[in-house]
């Protein structure tokens, strides 16, 4: 397990590497392609870059400065700098934690502590500078301890149009009839189950999706938060139509909305595993929400589950309906490296998710102990969720790169035509932008325009990277666009489809060997295509559970769109390889 730890880090430090250079090198055709437009806007362009990448040393250091040590040290103006750079930096949202107060059972402390008085004070300078910048402060929670008080407090704006409402991604898996769909009916609706599974009709697509209450392909549900930190519910819940009633909360939800959770709702039946593992790698969520059932406990899928999350590095949450005794066990065992926490309170939901949101690489696991029949501990986890980061935040998604959109779904809507619809990996996309989709069965990519952009149903003016749209595309059949092909805007450098990469991997599990001539099924973001081992570089020439090798694989069928970088999933039947693309082949 310290290999596969060693392994994972590898990659991810390549694979960041690999995202910075492709970064600059896009900003600089970016900046070439509008030097040729606009050549006064360029100018204003070398200067925003210089600023961001070059920045002089008493820029690094002010930047330093965070706003709780600015609430104590700096004068009204500093201050008022300070906040307004973190809220346009997180996107309109900041977390203010003030003292210091053990977050774990084992009793890790955050924060430095302080005296009533400081906090009084230090409490009266936010609602003030917050009052001035006409941002909405709300109080998460406060605890006037005798060995010193510590508090939470909400920052965050209102958002002036759609464009601008936080979005975060959370995947919800586990096993076959572990009630995923029933938490997500409960958690979005604001009502209780009554037992029988009458939450959970809402979210189902197909009739016998109905008839088995079994989940089959990919479905979503929303839940937005006002600025005050609020879930919104739907305004219309006697509809009997389940799919007018979504559409109304959807519309009402967003406008109303100053963040969004969007739930992706998996499979957790063995044979639905490849849906799942799609819904992992190419909705690009920023969390995943395992549930595990109280009278089945962690088996069959929730560990498969388990284990691709933890292979493509996503944090994780874990809801369970009773205490699983092995839980706890599973968590810290070496393959998760994973602390519990037990969340009892609102305090404790609070202190999680700001841990994940200060470090993304946190090994607590926040664990709520549900009732969708009572609601018991419902509230904690919907505050939890109100303050998780949103992937926009994330240094991977850019704005100021050519737009680029890898498609994770695509259907054909009547009077509107082919759309299609994924996570925007770079840039800024709007209505009647020229863009290439591809590549086709022969490599080719094809010029198309931009229709008309949605946002959970929300026709909006732009979008920016970081965002899951919906595109509606001119001039494109349904037949000429499928899952795992890219969306990307016209520049000098033409994209191209490989049909061969080179990738180091680690054999996860395997039964017996890997060897040259090997398939499977490879995961690659929105690509799921069969490939084939090529050659491999081990001393043995195969490869085995636990193995590490550099690997050429080619596609099976069509090329595809890959870069450097990105990782991949190899499986048959279940998770085999884990690796990351290092080289694309001619």
Known sequence: MTALRSFQAEIEQFSQER??????????????????????????????????????????????????????????????????????????????????????????????????????????????????????????????????????????????????????????VGNVDAGKSTILGVLTRGGLDDGRGKARVALFKHPHEVETGRTSSIGGEILGFTTEGKPIYPSTPAIADSVK???????????????????????????????????????????????????????????????????????????????????????????????????????????????????RSSKICPVFMLSNVTGDNLPNLRSFLNILPSSQNNEKYVTDAPFELHISDAFSVPFIGTVVSGVIESGVVKPNDQVLVGPDSLG????????????????????????????????????????????????????????????????LHHSSTIQPRYTAMLHCGAVRASTQIVSLDHPSGLIRTGDRAKVVFEFIGQAEFVKEGQLILLREAKTKVLGVVTKVLD
């Open 245 to 359: 009633r979504e559409k109304l909360a959807w519309d009402e939800i967003y406008k109303q909305a100053a963040k969004v959770v969007s739930f992706i709702d998996l499979a957790g039946h063995e044979r639905y595993f490849k849906t799942t593992v799609f819904g992992l790698s190419g909705h690009a969520p920023d969390y995943v929400m395992l549930i595990v059932g109280g009278n089945a406990g962690l088996i069959g899928m929730s560990k498969e589950h388990l284990g691709v999350a933890l292979a493509l590095n996503v944090p994780i949450i874990v809801c369970v309906t009773k205490t699983v005794s092995m839980l706890k066990r599973v968590l810290q065992s070496p393959g998760c490296r994973k602390t519990p926490v037990f969340v009892e309170n609102e305090q404790q939901a609070i202190d999680c998710a700001l841990d994940m949101t200060r470090n």
């Open 444 to 507: 080719h990519f094809i010029p198309t325009a931009i229709r008309s952009i949605e946002k959970k149903r929300v026709k909006v003016d732009s979008a920016e990277a970081g965002q899951c749209v919906a595109l509606a595309l001119k001039r494109i059949r349904r037949s000429q666009v499928r899952k795992g092909m890219v969306l990307m805007a016209k520049t000098e450098i033409h994209p191209k489809a490989v049909k061969r990469f080179e990738g180091m991997v680690m054999v």
């Open 19 to 172: 995202q910075r250079q492709a970064i600059r090198e896009a900003r600089e055709a970016h900046a070439a392609a509008e030097a040729a437009k606009h050549h006064h806007k360029v100018k204003q362009h070398d200067v925003v870059v210089s600023v961001v990448e070059d920045r002089d040393t008493d820029a690094v250091s002010a930047e330093n400065v965070s706003v709780e040590e600015a609430l104590f040290d700096a004068d009204d103006e500093a201050l008022k700098s300070r906040l307004v750079s973190k809220l346009l930096q997180d996107h309109g949202e900041y977390i203010v934690a003030l003292g210091a107060h053990a977050i774990t059972e084992e009793g890790e402390v955050k924060g430095t502590p302080i005296t009533k008085e400081q906090l009084d004070k230090a409490v009266e300078r936010l609602r003030t500078t917050c009052a001035a910048i006409k941002a909405e402060m709300t109080e998460l929670y406060r605890n006037d301890a005798k060995d010193g008080p510590f508090g939470t407090w909400l920052v965050r704006l209102r958002p002036a149009s759609v464009e601008e409402v936080q979005e975060v991604r959370v995947a919800v």
